[in-house]
């Protein structure tokens, strides 16, 4: 039986700001410490629950795992009333 190799699971969930704007779900796979990437996958939702479940249904697609805890970014400022404008989840497995 071959050796399981160590992959990252990645997802990011970012909203257009612009009037109207939707939600942007990308999802990417790749070997741990490998700069080359397997798997890319993006998809545009009307709202960030939409994109949440997306992103679970990519998760049992592509891994072992059942879901990734999705956090909301720190790096992107909230909106005037408070609600993140980002969320990302990021986890490890073996294929």
Do not use: H, Y
Not at 43 to 59: D, L, P, Y
Not at 64 to 84: E, I, L, Y
């Amino acid at each position: 039986m071959a050796k399981k190799i160590s992959k990252v699971f990645e997802a990011t969930l970012k909203k257009n700001p612009e009037k109207g704007g939707a939600w942007m779900a990308t999802v990417t796979v790749q070997e741990d410490g490998v700069d080359t990437v397997d798997v890319v996958t993006t998809a545009a939702w009307a709202n960030a629950s939409a994109g949440k479940r997306w992103i679970k249904e990519m998760v049992q697609k592509l891994t072992p795992r059942k879901s990734v805890k999705m956090t909301a970014c720190t790096t992107t400022p909230p909106d005037a009333k408070g609600k993140p404008m980002a969320f990302e989840g990021k986890l490890s497995f073996k294929a």
